[in-house]
């Protein structure tokens, strides 16, 4: 800013003073070294900006009036006071002014500088008596001037405010052509000055209309440099505080969409860029227009989910801000943040909650973001949905159950809201299930949401803690419900129907066959016999696996079915397409089911397994009363029927006898291969044959079909349960001296092994196989 000139100076009314010699020394020692500072700024070509420039010039003429001051000074015997000290002021600002301008400029000596500014700043300098001075006509002078000083210092006053209101115009003018026009340096120290006026209320808000400072900051924002852009939305912040007039201004810009390009850059940017948007929230337009740029939303819940305090609390008060409108809620859910769509479907009005929950429906989700809906408070509202009286609500809500409940079983933050759709289980299953024609004024779901609630039931009682729920259930009839769903025509449904049945039959041992009764075993035997899915015949095979094993009148229902030649091949679908030689009796279903399961899964497999196994333990009893039976006869038996384990005449169905159907040997094949998943069913199968009569027999039969190395091979590398079956199985064979010189060699290293770094629990088994083959004493610690 210019100072007033010498002449004006004189003019002041102020009270007169004498001026010692030491000021008049002090004050000339100011101008030194603000003259040597001119110098050293006009050499420094990092300080050639516009911004700069003019502040160095402004120091230089206050310097000129300085020295002009100082000539007066010293041809006059009573100088005033004041004039001195406004000067030394002068010089002061103008220093301060050139600090201001450089303050991003690397130049040498900035201390130095602002010492002395700081220096003169405080500079005050005092009077002397009047008995040092031998004219005393000033004085006289003075006393005249004060009658009129009031009125002087007045006019003195408004001459000062329009010079100093000039200067600022000036100055004004000039930062505005450079932040439209400057180059980046230019335009950086014209922001930094543009900065301090708006924040220090220098300039009015007319002023910022009428030159168009807001567009003009947001057209620079896209095309400017990091920290420029720093400095833009921090002037737009300002003026976003001072009154809704800007704010509106902003929303109609265009320059939004600009903005939020700001989100996704660096904290400092993104922190001031998430503090503008929330100020401009406020208002109504700028709100809809926010959340309609694409990626705004995905960016602030990122930002929201960030490690930045501030701009955290900033997106989250934004995004609530936003979610006013039921779009915007959409897709914060979309981008994982539930809290606005949990809202609607608490205190929405009904077609808000049906769009909540159709679009929860229609989401891709993860087990995590399953984790936010529950923590969220989203499986309350859906279950009262669900309980109430609307069909549309009933069928959009049960796809919203089915997908979160189908969760990763061991994920650590889900059972807490599990259980809240534990109490849908009955009201769900009566909701699905075929009703007789004298209930048809009940409104039933399509098949394809029943397929969807049958996936929520499978899901809720397939849980670890939910046996008081499948214990509920089945007392309910939950099972005789699902039944008329086998015959269902629709795959889903009958596949849903089929799982959750098999999950249901588990536990209930002797109810089991009573409950299915001889149709429906026959319609699970038709289904392993017929070209549905994979799936369903694993579920089917899973079902009949669950008859107890000593139920009289569940293994004549399926020694009747022929049950046994239909397992066998899903336990040799790697085989060839045609059926074993040795099916014997009933063979005929061995022709017709072996292609069954030719690509079967190891649940499949496993099944089956374990359906023969049981199956096979009723072979010892069944085979003894066909032979109290057959004394009363006097046909002859047929030697082809003749078993060498059981040592008796067997057959296929009337004894389900595994060797006569040849299930065996492509029980061995599974062992044979990598797949790990089947072993333990497998060997309980193999283990069938080594029951305490039948035990060598057995054995013998096991080492001529070649499994022997086989089974070592699973106690080298299957799970523990595996392991302990093979090594009981293996016990058993080298039970017989010859088996033990054949293989004892084989299997010592890998017993070995097992008996010093296996499971704890195999090693009692593992410690009495290596005492037969006498590398163990019977008194070891081992045992």
């Not at 420039?53 to 402004?58: A, D, G, T």
């Not at 003009?216 to 921090?234: A, E, V, W, Y």
């Given at each position: 800013m210019e100072s007033r000139s010498f002449s004006e100076r004189t003019s002041e009314t102020d009270e007169a003073a004498s001026f010692r010699?030491?000021?008049?020394?002090?004050?000339?020692?100011?101008?030194?070294?603000?003259?040597?500072?001119?110098?050293?700024?006009?050499?420094?070509?990092?300080?050639?900006?516009?911004?700069?420039?003019?502040?160095?010039?402004?120091?230089?003429?206050?310097?000129?009036?300085?020295?002009?001051?100082?000539?007066?000074?010293?041809?006059?015997?009573?100088?005033?006071?004041?004039?001195?000290?406004?000067?030394?002021?002068?010089?002061?600002?103008?220093?301060?002014?050139?600090?201001?301008?450089?303050?991003?400029?690397?130049?040498?000596?900035?201390?130095?500088?602002?010492?002395?500014?700081?220096?003169?700043?405080?500079?005050?300098?005092?009077?002397?008596?009047?008995?040092?001075?031998?004219?005393?006509?000033?004085?006289?002078?003075?006393?005249?001037?004060?009658?009129?000083?009031?009125?002087?210092?007045?006019?003195?006053?408004?001459?000062?405010?329009?010079?100093?209101?000039?200067?600022?115009?000036?100055?004004?003018?000039?930062?505005?052509?450079?932040?439209?026009?400057?180059?980046?340096?230019?335009?950086?120290?014209?922001?930094?000055?543009?900065?301090?006026?708006?924040?220090?209320?220098?300039?009015?808000?007319?002023?910022?209309?009428?030159?168009?400072?807001?567009?003009?900051?947001?057209?620079?924002?896209?095309?400017?440099?990091?920290?420029?852009?720093?400095?833009?939305?921090?002037?737009?912040?300002?003026?976003?505080?001072?009154?809704?007039?800007?704010?509106?201004?902003?929303a109609e810009t265009g320059g939004l969409t600009t903005l939020v390009k700001s989100l996704a850059r660096d904290v400092e940017e993104q922190r001031e860029a998430v503090g503008l948007l929330l100020?401009?929230?406020?208002?109504?337009?700028?709100?809809?227009?926010?959340?309609?740029?694409?990626?705004?939303?995905?960016?602030?819940?990122?930002?929201?989910?960030?490690?930045?305090?501030?701009?955290?609390?900033?997106?989250?008060?934004?995004?609530?801000?936003?979610?006013?409108?039921?779009?915007?809620?959409?897709?914060?859910?979309?981008?994982?943040?539930?809290?606005?769509?949990?809202?609607?479907?608490?205190?929405?009005?009904?077609?808000?909650?049906?769009?909540?929950?159709?679009?929860?429906?229609?989401?891709?989700?993860?087990?995590?973001?399953?984790?936010?809906?529950?923590?969220?408070?989203?499986?309350?509202?859906?279950?009262?949905?669900?309980?109430?009286?609307?069909?549309?609500?009933?069928?959009?809500?049960?796809?919203?159950?089915?997908?979160?409940?189908?969760?990763?079983?061991?994920?650590?933050?889900?059972?807490?809201?599990?259980?809240?759709?534990?109490?849908?289980?009955?009201?769900?299953?009566?909701?699905?299930?075929?009703?007789d024609t004298q209930r048809t004024s009940i409104s039933h779901p399509c098949k394809n949401s029943r397929h969807h609630l049958l996936q929520a039931l499978n899901s809720i009682v397939t849980h670890q803690s939910a046996s008081k729920v499948r214990t509920r259930m089945k007392e309910n009839g939950a099972i005789q419900l699902l039944l008329p769903f086998l015959t269902e025509n629709n795959t889903k449904i009958r596949t849903g129907a089929l799982d959750l049945i098999y999950t249901l039959s588990k536990d209930l041992s002797e109810e089991l066959a009573e409950i299915l009764g001889e149709t429906y075993v026959n319609i699970l035997i038709n289904i392993l016999s017929s070209g549905v899915s994979e799936r369903e015949k694993a579920a089917a095979v899973g079902i009949l696996s669950n008859l107890p094993v000593n139920d009289k009148k569940a293994t004549d229902i399926l020694n009747k079915a022929n049950l046994l030649p239909i397992l066998i091949p899903i336990l040799s679908s790697s085989l060839t397409n045609s059926a074993p030689s040795t099916c014997g009796p009933g063979g005929e279903h061995c022709g017709r089911a072996h292609s069954l399961l030719?690509?079967?899964?190891?649940?499949?497999?496993?099944?089956?397994?374990?359906?023969?196994?049981?199956?096979?333990?009723?072979?010892?009893?069944?085979?003894?009363?066909?032979?109290?039976?057959?004394?009363?006869?006097?046909?002859?038996?047929?030697?082809?029927?003749?078993?060498?384990?059981?040592?008796?005449?067997?057959?296929?169905?009337?004894?389900f006898c595994l060797v006569k159907a040849g299930a065996i040997s492509p029980m061995i094949q599974i062992l044979e291969r990598n797949e790990r998943g089947s072993d333990e069913a497998v060997l309980g199968v193999l283990a069938t044959l080594l029951q305490d009569e039948i035990w060598e027999n057995g054995s013998n039969y096991i080492v001529k079909m070649s499994a022997v190395q086989t089974i070592i091979k699973i106690i080298e590398q299957g799970t523990v349960k595996a392991q302990e079956k093979a090594l009981w199985i293996l016990e058993r064979i080298f039970r017989v001296e010859a088996h033990r010189e054949m293989f004892g060699e084989s299997a010592q290293v890998v017993l070995i092994d097992i008996a010093q770094t296996g499971d704890p629990k195999l090693k009692s088994m593992t410690a009495k196989i290596l005492a037969q083959l006498e590398l163990l004493q019977p008194q070891s610690s081992y045992f």
């Open positions: 010699i030491e000021n008049f020394v002090e004050f000339s020692v100011f101008i030194e070294k603000s003259s040597s500072i001119l110098g050293e700024l006009k050499d420094n070509k990092l300080m050639d900006t516009v911004v700069i420039r003019k502040s160095v010039e402004s120091l230089e003429t206050e310097l000129q009036r300085a020295k002009a001051l100082m000539g007066r000074v010293s041809h006059s015997r009573q100088p005033l006071k004041k004039q001195i000290e406004e000067m030394t002021h002068d010089l002061g600002r103008s220093l301060g002014l050139v600090l201001f301008a450089s303050h991003d400029v690397p130049i040498a000596g900035k201390e130095k500088i602002e010492a002395l500014r700081r220096e003169m700043m405080s500079a005050r300098f005092d009077s002397c008596s009047e008995s040092e001075f031998e004219n005393d006509a000033e004085t006289e002078k003075t006393e005249q001037t004060e009658e009129t000083g009031e009125t002087e210092q007045t006019e003195e006053t408004e001459i000062e405010e329009e010079i100093v209101e000039e200067e600022i115009t000036l100055d004004i003018d000039d930062v505005v052509l450079q932040v439209k026009y400057g180059n980046d340096d230019e335009f950086k120290s014209a922001l930094s000055v543009l900065n301090v006026l708006i924040r220090d209320n220098t300039v009015t808000s007319e002023w910022v209309s009428e030159e168009g400072v807001i567009p003009i900051l947001f057209n620079r924002l896209g095309s400017s440099k990091p920290d420029n852009r720093i400095t833009i939305i921090q002037i737009l912040r300002s003026l976003a505080s001072q009154n809704d007039e800007n704010k509106e201004k902003m100020s401009l929230s406020e208002v109504s337009a700028a709100r809809r227009r926010i959340g309609r740029i694409q990626g705004c939303i995905i960016v602030l819940v990122a930002i929201l989910n960030g490690d930045e305090p501030v701009a955290s609390d900033d997106a989250g008060k934004l995004l609530n801000a936003l979610s006013s409108n039921t779009q915007n809620a959409l897709h914060m859910a979309e981008a994982g943040y539930f809290k606005p769509l949990v809202h609607y479907l608490k205190e929405g009005s009904d077609m808000s909650k049906i769009l909540m929950a159709t679009a929860l429906s229609r989401m891709e989700l993860t087990d995590q973001c399953k984790a936010s809906l529950g923590s969220d408070g989203a499986i309350k509202p859906l279950v009262k949905m669900f309980q109430g009286e609307k069909l549309e609500a009933k069928t959009i809500v049960s796809k919203c159950i089915t997908k979160l409940i189908k969760l990763e079983r061991k994920h650590p933050t889900l059972d807490h809201y599990r259980h809240c759709f534990i109490s849908t289980s009955a009201p769900l299953l009566c909701y699905i299930c075929p009703h030719s690509n079967g899964s190891t649940v499949a497999k496993t099944r089956a397994a374990v359906a023969l196994s049981q199956l096979s333990q009723n072979t010892m009893s069944l085979q003894k009363s066909k032979t109290s039976r057959s004394r009363w006869l006097c046909v002859s038996r047929s030697t082809d029927a003749f078993c060498e384990v059981h040592d008796s005449h067997c057959t296929v169905k009337g004894t």
